[in-house]
């Protein structure tokens, strides 16, 4: 695993204090032969040196950036060795998209076919059978968690619009000018916009919830903070359906789910702060016949390294919730 990034040492994090696996190996090849608290002060008491390549281990998260992950992971795949891919090299199921949105040929498209895009709460039973997960974007999950079950309920459909706002750790560790303090501090941008690589993911997944979508608009926006992202997500209504009967459709569709909360008032990004939460809130627009979806979750976590260990869980027969935070940090 890779703990150089934000995910990554969010997953170090999370890990040493899970109660069902032991995190024996890290790797970050600009840091390699460092131990862990040099390079993160706050992880001084982790007895780890940080290694150019893995020892020996039973499941491998990688938080390598996309095309790089793919390569790194390929030879832990032939080998049997179960894996997490935190980056985009497994999520498409069309390998041509990696082509058009990625810029470089998918090393291994043949895999592509089983690694199973790793939402629980839509894939949950391939999970638990699988040895290659490939863990959803920051953006998707909360896009997907907000507008899932009134797709599936059938009660929208067409074109839907996600309007997405993130912290800047979700732009990654590596310094560009954009997340320098000066730059993003009293500052929103959008960014992105009609070609975020996230789309592509957002709409394969709704799709396979619901044939009725037809497309995708996602505009992403940067926040001057350094945690969450908030969804609102936009789609017609293709019937006459009531609050009541959306907010019974949600409840519904959740109602098991330990990560997914429907909540009665609009949710804030700080209500999911270091938690592995996704809280989601619906209303209709009657005069425009449009359902208005919001969902918050904290990026680094249900959107990246919580998510990872929630599909560890399920792939290692634990109970889902182990090792994660439900209550958020505040202020």
């Known amino acids: 695993m890779n703990v150089t990034g934000y995910a990554g040492i969010e997953l170090a994090r999370l890990l040493a204090g899970h109660p069902g696996v032991e995190l024996v190996s890290v790797t970050g090849r600009s840091s ?11 992880m001084a008491n982790l007895d780890l ?18 095309h790089e992950s793919a390569d790194q992971l390929i030879p832990f795949i032939e080998q049997g ?8 090299d497994f999520r ?17 498209p ?37 507008l899932g079950p009134a797709l599936k309920a059938g009660v929208v459909g067409g074109n839907v619009i996600v309007d997405a706002k993130s ?32 789309q592509p993911e957002i709409f394969q997944e709704l799709a396979g919830v619901s044939g009725d979508i037809t497309g995708v608009t996602f505009t992403p926006h940067l926040i001057p903070m350094t945690r969450g992202i908030l969804a609102t997500c936009y ?27 429907v909540v009665s008032e609009a949710p804030h990004t700080k209500h999911t702060s270091g938690t592995n939460m996704c809280l989601v809130y619906t209303k209709i627009d009657h005069r425009t016949g449009l359902l208005i979806c919001i969902a918050a979750i904290d990026n680094l976590i249900k959107g990246a390294a919580g998510q990872a260990i929630q599909n560890m869980n399920l792939m290692l027969g634990l109970p889902e919730e182990t090792g994660l935070p439900r209550l958020a940090q505040f202020p």
Do not use: M
């Open 32 to 42: 390699a032969g460092q131990r862990i608290g040099q390079v993160f002060p706050h």
């Open 49 to 66: 040196t940080i290694k150019s390549e893995l020892d020996e281990v039973d499941l491998v998260f990688s938080a390598l950036p996309h």
């Open 81 to 88: 060795v179960s894996v997490i891919d935190v980056s985009a």
């Open 92 to 108: 498409l199921k069309d390998p041509g998209l990696y082509d058009e949105w990625y810029g470089f040929k998918h090393p291994a």
């Open 110 to 146: 043949e895999l592509l076919k089983t690694a199973v895009y790793g939402l629980p709460e839509l894939h949950r039973a391939e999970i638990r059978q699988s040895r290659v997960i490939a863990n959803p974007g920051c953006y998707p999950t909360a896009s997907i968690l907000a």
């Open 167 to 198: 912290g800047v750790s979700g732009a990654g560790r590596s310094l560009k000018l954009s997340s320098h303090f000066c730059e993003s501090d009293e500052d929103v941008c959008a960014y992105a916009i009609a070609s975020h690589r996230h």
């Open 235 to 261: 789609a017609k209504l293709n019937n006459n359906v009531s609050e009541t009967d959306v907010t019974a459709i949600y409840h519904d569709f959740y109602r098991d789910e330990p990560f997914v909360s």
